[in-house]
């Protein structure tokens, strides 16, 4: 369980986060939404140690993260970021292989059992045409793919993923948001995203994080979420919720900004 109490940030005299306090239990998909500048990366990134939180903000089974050490960090948390590096002269094989580096020995040897975990990875996220194929000349989306991939095979409790669906197109988005589905409730993860796409947020997410100006608006399951009036409020745009053979589909109004 990963938890964040009273964590607040600012940059200068200008707050980005307002005494944030959440509770991320396992075998649940949380989707972190709310409108551009929101302060949805800065507060990933705090849980990722990318910012390093200040004592007692943020906690992984009730053990204050700064006192974890890195590799340990690196088996309970694994991340994608929503900037990730281009130049990186190395295989797609070699680049999933780095997330088992938390379990290699001192000499950085793989087993055979890293190997199983390399090969269902690519074999899972449809990577094999690409394997040997150097990520210096994969497309943004393919690259993406990759990085989640190398994610995935760190096998950790708790993913954090921030837009890891910005690159992707829709069959690839949806591919993938099943693939995470499946490996929550095979493992009974916690995975933390922040997503854009309303729509596909609130068919996949279980748990909705409403973030506006650095405060949580709203944090509650997906459907009180979409039963509440504030969405619309804070996105100041109209939109349809329809429901449709057990699905639900949120969809902005077109020409009706103002909510
Ligand atoms: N280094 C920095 N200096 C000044 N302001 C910053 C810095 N980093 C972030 N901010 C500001 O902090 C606020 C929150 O940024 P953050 O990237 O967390 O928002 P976000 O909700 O993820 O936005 P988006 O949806 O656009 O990605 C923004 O107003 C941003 O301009």
């Known amino acids: 369980m990963i938890k964040v109490q009273n964590l607040s940030y600012q940059i200068g005299d200008k707050p980005i986060l307002k005494d944030i306090s959440l509770t991320f239990k396992p075998h649940t998909i949380y989707g972190i939404i709310g409108p551009n500048g929101a302060g949805k990366s800065t507060l990933l990134k705090h849980m990722m140690r990318i910012i390093e939180p200040s004592s007692s903000t943020v ?48 000499m ?57 669906i910005s690159m992707l197109d829709v069959h690839n988005s949806v591919e993938l948001l099943n693939r995470l589905k499946t490996i929550k409730d095979q493992h009974q993860l916690t995975i933390i995203m922040v997503i854009h796409d309303l729509n596909l947020a609130f068919q ?41 053979h057990g699905n639900t589909y949120v969809v902005p109004r077109a020409n009706e900004k103002e909510a």
């Open 59 to 106: 906690f992984l089974k009730d053990q204050d993260v700064t006192k974890v050490k890195v590799k340990e960090y690196a088996k309970q948390c694994s991340f994608v970021f929503q900037e990730n590096p281009r130049d990186l002269d190395f295989t797609v094989e070699e680049m999933i292989a780095m997330g088992r580096y938390p379990y290699l020995d001192y």
């Open 108 to 164: 950085g040897h793989t087993t055979k059992a890293d190997e199983i975990v390399i090969e269902r990875i690519i074999h899972e996220l449809s990577l094999e045409k690409l394997r040997e194929r150097s990520m210096l000349n994969l497309s943004g989306g393919e690259a993406q793919k990759v990085f989640i991939g190398r994610a995935l095979a760190q096998e950790t409790p708790i993913l954090l993923l921030d837009e890891p």
């Open 204 to 244: 996949y997410c279980d748990e909705i994080v409403l973030l506006k100006e650095g405060e949580v608006l709203l944090a509650a399951s997906r459907q009180e979420v979409l039963e509440s009036e504030i969405l619309q409020q804070v996105y100041h745009h109209r939109l349809k919720i329809i429901h449709d």
